[in-house]
Structure formats: C-alpha cells, structure tokens
C-alpha cells in the first residue's frame, strides 16, 4: 500500500472533486439551516487516494437544539422540502435517516447516535439499542464507528471560505492512516461478529496490520448472510483468513458455517468482488474436483437455487464428453447420416442435453471461466454460439416429428434441426441418404 496521497484539506482541491449538481444539494441543505458533516469511508478514501467516493455519508446537526420527535418532525421537513421543492430522490430510512440519489452519487443523511448493546453476550450485527441525539459531539458520535480511520469527518463551513471544509478527527484517525494500522474505536468493537470479517477484509483491502485482538470475538450469531456479504468483495482468499483465524484463536462459530470449512483449502487468489453464482461456476470446475455434496452445501447457504449445483456438474460434465466436437465434425455426420440414424447418436443426445441445461441456467456470469480454466471457457464459448439465442428450425422439427412415434425423441429431433439451420443444411431423410 502506497502512502497518502494527502495529509490535510485543501478546501479549494476538495471542492472541486464534487460534481455541481451534488454540491448543489449540500448547499439546499444547508440552506434549510443544518450543519453538515461528511464521515466514513469517503473521509479516508480522500487522503488516500484524493478522489471523491460515489457513496457519500453525512451527520446531520442544527445550531439550536432540539428534543428527539421535533428533529424527528425536522429531518421529515428537510426531506420533504428537497423532494417536493427541489424535486430530488428521497428515501426517508429508519432512526431519522434520508438517502438521497443524485447522478451516480448516493447521500446518506443521517443523525448523530450512539449504540449501546445491553443484556447479555454473544450479540448478533444488530443487537443494540440505538440512542438518537443530534446534540452530541464527534466524539460521542464517532464512537459506534469500526477503527479509528473510519471515525475521521470533515466539516461543512461557509461555501467559499477558506476554511470552508475543515477536518474533526477524534480518535486520531489520520495517525493510525499513516502508520497502516486498524485500530477498534472502542471495546463494543468486539460485540459486533461482522466487524471480525470487517478486519479481514480491510487488512486484504489495504495490507494495513490489526492493533487489536481478534481472540475477543463471539461468531456464534454471526449469519450466513452476512458471512458472504463481506467474503464475496475478494472470496476465497478472505474465507482462508477466515476459517484460518477462527481456528488458531479458538474462536466460538456459528454451527452453520462450519459446514461451509471446505472452503479453507480453496487455492484461487485475488480475483476480485464475485458473486455467489461465480463462486458455484469456480468451486465447480476447481482442479481439487470438489465433492458435489460440498458445493450443495454452498448452494444452501449462499441462497442458490438449489438445483444449480446439479446443473452445473452436469454441464461441466457434457462440455468435456463433447470436447471432440467442432463445426466440420458435426457437419460431415449430418450429411452422412439419415435422419433416423442419429435420432440415436450419442453426441447428438449428449449436445441436447447440454442445451437444455444452457437454457434453464443462461449461464450469464461463465465468463469468470476466463481467469481459471481456459480449456473450458473456450468449449463454452463454442457452444454458446451453437445454441444462439434461440432454438432454429422449428418449422423443419414439426414436420420431421410426424415420421417419429417415439415422444421421447422428440427432444433430439429439436436440436437436429436447429444444427440443420445453424449449418444451412437440409435433412437427409432415410429413402435418400445424399439430400443437402
């Protein structure tokens, strides 16, 4: 990881980073009387990279104070005055909360808070009560936030100033960004099971080191939910470090997720965010032939349809047992064979098989094949312009049907036609074995 590129703000470089019709809306904002804060990730991703983030959260405050149903009752005007005056996308969210669509960017207005966890341990993600307070201070605030460079904001002054936008930074954040070091806001760190795959994911994110113990972790409530929802920004190399940890701190695990260990010998490196169905096309076609039973418990936890890890399997299977195939091949066996003949044609009955399984999965994320198995990617590939977007010939089929009692060829008789259509091909019929 490269140094900062920026240690402190200046106003007039930050400024400009904002798209007009953004800043526009901060300043609607500020015109109905409130303060604004930015935080989060946005902070650090700005003395990082100097560059402005896509999702931009805010703390919302007001010079005057004000008992919580009547900021409740003001956060529902300022919504309603942006969307209805200013005609801006508001979506009004739970504990005071409006998010704000404008161009690519997405504004989380939000209200100062603190979150306090009561009863007894080990808690889930959400087992706190929140304590809305749009009095307290940043350090108060700042507090519920993971580490310390999570816990930096910069606030929102006079638009034009000099001084316009000036950096709060409680927990000293910006020294802890500079070292390359996660370090936990509080103890309540630890209460949260996500925040364990939350440190493993920045320390792959950003190779900083974890000031912390990871041992003081509780995942007994830790869901499957959220498990891929982190894991999947960098999967495999993320539940290593996972199930890795989890094992030398003897740390308690949610009995669901230890079905999901295979995981851990799982060698592919980076490969970026992926989606569950990639993870399936991978764990698929792994070199280390991993068990179908193991990539069915995948598929239960993941939220998959529960018949793709079959299909895939079997897809997997029939790309391999047609691999011999290409368009010369197919076209000298339609051209000397009849009609009949290869209604029982091995290969025949084998590409249907695979086009109905093309069909029923569409297959729209195989491209990940690419990266790891280019063999079977490039076999993909060939079928996938074989079968087209649609079944040809179905004129031909209708008519080739009446010759054929048998129902169940009927299936076969639908793809022998549409390879006739595909290869501009007529159909060799049994009384005439030269047709063209």
Same mark, same amino acid.
């Given at each position: $990881? ?149 816990? $930096? ?20 954040? $910006? ?198 198995? +280019? ?25 080739? $049907? ?12 639908? +793809? ?21």
């Amino acid at each position: $990881m490269e140094d900062l590129k920026l240690d402190k703000i200046s106003s007039k470089d930050f400024r400009s980073l904002f798209p007009e019709d953004v800043y526009e809306l901060i300043i609607q904002i500020s015109r109905q009387g409130f303060g604004l804060t930015l935080v989060g990730g946005a902070v650090r991703d700005y003395f990082l990279n100097a560059t402005l983030s896509k999702d931009l959260d805010f703390e919302l405050r007001h010079s005057f104070e004000y008992d919580e149903s009547e900021w409740a009752q003001l956060v529902k005007r300022l919504g309603n005055t942006l969307s209805n005056k200013h005609s801006y996308s508001v979506e009004f969210l739970p504990f005071n909360i409006l998010k704000i669509k404008q161009g690519n960017y997405e504004l989380e207005i939000s209200t100062p808070r603190k979150e306090v966890y009561s009863g007894k341990a080990p808690y889930g993600h959400s087992d706190f009560e929140v304590d809305i307070n749009p009095s307290l201070d940043y350090p108060e605030s700042f507090l519920r936030r993971d580490f310390t460079l999570n816990a $930096m904001g910069i606030i929102f002054g006079a638009p034009g100033a000099s001084d316009e936008f000036t950096l709060v930074d409680p927990f000293n954040g $910006m020294k802890d960004l500079k070292a390359k070091v996660l370090k936990p806001c509080s103890e309540d760190f630890y209460l949260d099971p996500v925040r364990f795959l939350r440190t493993l994911r920045f320390q792959d994110r950003f190779g900083f080191d974890f000031d912390g113990d990871l041992s003081k972790f509780n995942l007994t409530f830790l869901t499957k939910h959220y498990f891929f929802q982190e894991c999947l920004h960098n999967f495999f190399p993320l539940v290593r470090s996972f199930f890795h940890l989890v094992s030398k701190e003897k740390i308690s695990l949610n009995t669901d997720l230890h079905e999901l260990v295979f995981l851990r010998d799982i060698d592919f490196e980076k490969l970026g965010e992926l989606t569950r169905t990639e993870v399936l096309i991978l764990l698929t076609f792994n070199k280390k032939n991993i068990p179908l039973k193991d990539r069915e418990v995948f598929v239960k936890f993941s939220g998959l349809k529960s018949s793709q890890a079959g299909d895939y399997d079997r897809f997997k299977e029939l790309l391999f047992k047609l691999k011999h195939l290409n368009d010369q091949r197919i076209v000298r066996r339609l051209r000397t064979k009849n009609f009949i003949e290869l209604l029982d044609d091995e290969d025949l009955i084998h590409l249907k098989a695979l086009h109905s399984i093309y069909n029923k999965q569409r297959f729209k994320q195989i491209e990940i094949l690419s990266k790891v198995d +280019m063999e079977a990617f490039t076999l993909y590939s060939y079928f996938n312009n074989l079968f087209g977007d649609e079944t040809k010939g179905k004129t031909v089929a209708a008519k080739l $049907m009446k010759l054929v009692p048998q129902n169940e060829k009927r299936a076969v008789i639908t +793809m022998y036609c549409h390879l006739l259509v595909h290869f501009n091909l007529r159909p060799v019929l049994p009384e005439s074995r030269f047709g063209n």
